[in-house]
T-cell receptor
Framework: DTAVSQTPKYLVTQMGNDKSIKCEQN?????MYWYKQDSKKFLKIMFS???????INETVPNRFSPKSPDKAHLNLHINSLELGDSAVYFC???????????????????FGAGSRLTVL | TQLLEQSPQFLSIQEGENLTVYCNSS?????LQWYRQEPGEGPVLLVT?????EVKKLKRLTFQFGDARKDSSLHITAAQPGDTGLYLC???????????FGKGTSLLVTP
């Protein structure tokens, strides 16, 4: 069983289209994240959700809208796709929530395998 | 901003050689983590270091957290082709609720 699963793994689309990437975790974790990895392999946090509530939105354009129907799912919808949106998007989850992991130092992020989005 | 700088950015070595990669910051972190990412996959946690000066070993990998908790290093002894991958260090971001990553060290070990 895959712990954090993302679909689709590859997505090729035209500029201006709207697309969604889905993420599900079966680890029972409380917190889920979306990260974007650019062509230079830089991994940057986009959003964090804790128990379906948005905790972090790192100045991501509002064309990006995360949705968490329950704590096991965090989907990413992107409107009006632009060339610069091409990247690999990673979903991740962690057991600890809020700032608890900072104190324990034990928080582990479990990542999905990534969804490569190419905008033409 | 709690930036993590990694060096070197790229490293190509032959099997059997030793190497060290570095993760530096001007900020103090409560803990730092190291991840390895293989092509087509997500990053996987290798280790978390929590105490300043701490040294952790994972088979041929040795991780050290600086005394001031601003830097960390990863040393690999007798590198093998299976060690090939992108090594990322990560620490808590400004918000405290997510990890910020360094830009990674891309390691290639050739037979």
């Amino acid at each position: 069983d895959t712990a954090v699963s993302q679909t689709p793994k590859y997505l090729v689309t035209q500029m201006g289209n709207d697309k969604s990437i889905k993420c599900e975790q079966n680890l029972g974790h409380d917190t889920m994240y979306w990260y974007k990895q650019d062509s230079k392999k830089f991994l940057k946090i986009m959003f964090s959700y804790n128990n379906k509530e948005l905790i972090i939105n790192e100045t991501v354009p509002n064309r990006f809208s995360p949705k968490s129907p329950d704590k096991a799912h965090l989907n990413l919808h992107i409107n009006s796709l632009e060339l610069g949106d091409s990247a690999v998007y990673f979903c991740a989850s962690s057991q600890e929530s809020l700032g608890d992991w900072i104190r324990s130092g034990a928080n582990v992020l479990t990542f999905g395998a990534g969804s490569r989005l190419t905008v033409l | 901003t709690q930036l993590l700088e990694q060096s070197p950015q790229f490293l190509s070595i032959q099997e059997g050689e030793n190497l060290t990669v570095y993760c530096n910051s001007s900020s103090v972190f409560s803990s730092l983590q190291w991840y390895r990412q293989e092509p087509g996959e997500g990053p996987v946690l290798l280790v978390t270091v929590v105490t300043g000066g701490e040294v952790k070993k994972l088979k041929r990998l040795t991780f050290q957290f600086g005394d001031a908790r601003k830097d960390s290093s990863l040393h690999i002894t007798a590198a093998q082709p299976g060690d090939t991958g992108l090594y990322l260090c990560a620490g808590e971001g400004n918000s405290g609720y997510a990890l910020n990553f360094g830009k990674g060290t891309s390691l290639l070990v050739t037979p």
